[in-house]
């Protein structure tokens, strides 16, 4: 933990398993997609073993050997399942609406950014009620590149004119851990989400539960006002 932090202004989330709980109907694209190419299913297990790293990469990984081409047509399977069952058993963690309120209402500015493609990023916010908290919201086809490069967090900072020291990183994977030190901004681990705790071992906090971020220091309201 920091012994000092500047103010900060921006917060910057990941979206599956920092604000969601999307895993079940991950699995549920992951199998449709698998089913069409006369696969047997995966486990929750295993499909949580593949999220993180944008949806080609989950596509390449749960359709092993396959071809180019084969690729691109498991995306678009993928895809077209996912958006149209976003959020049937998706949910917001607990927690998440009220301390995103309340975070709001201290006067920091909400961002989000994932490794989902931009479009699914927005429509489960939507259809999950937590749109309205969030000022942008970018996804792996926002940016050339996606986390673990720090380049998109970089880019969403000049995007809104904040400085690395003023910004926080939240998140619960590696990529996420990665993305923000590489660009220098204070990171924040979520121990419950879909990475290993290792993966957060160098994180400047670790919250156990989404409200668990009202009470860090780093977000405190006479840090803010300082």
């Known amino acids: 933990m920091p012994e000092t932090v500047k103010p900060i202004k921006l917060i910057i989330f990941d979206l599956d398993g920092t604000l969601i ?43 092993p050997g396959a071809a180019a081409d084969q690729v691109d047509e498991g995306m678009e399977r993928f895809l ?18 009220e301390t995103l309120q309340a975070l709001a209402g201290r006067g920091y500015t909400l961002s989000v950014l994932s490794n989902k493609n931009v479009a699914l990023c927005r429509e489960v916010l939507a259809q999950l009620g937590l ?7 970018f996804g792996a086809d926002s940016f050339p590149y ?31 851990m990665a993305a923000g ?24 906090y670790l919250v156990e539960d989404f409200p668990s971020l009202l009470g860090l220091p780093v977000f405190s309201y006479k840090t803010f006002q300082q």
């Open 21 to 63: 709980d999307s895993l079940p109907d991950l699995v549920d694209a992951a199998n449709h997609m698998r089913a069409s190419f006369g696969m047997t299913s995966f486990s929750p297990e295993e499909v949580r073993r593949l999220v993180g790293q944008g949806v080609r990469s989950l596509v390449e990984r749960a359709l």
């Open 131 to 137: 749109g309205e908290y969030f000022l942008t919201v």
């Open 80 to 97: 077209r399942y996912n958006l149209a069952h976003i959020a049937d058993k998706t949910r917001p963690y607990p927690g998440v609406a």
């Open 146 to 176: 996606r986390k673990p490069s720090p380049e998109p967090v970089l880019a969403l900072l000049r995007e809104l004119g904040v400085t690395a020291p003023e910004s926080v990183l939240i998140g619960d994977s590696i990529n996420d």
């Open 181 to 204: 030190q590489g660009a220098g901004v204070l990171t924040v681990g979520c121990s419950y989400g879909y990475g290993d705790r290792s993966e957060l071992a160098g994180a400047d």
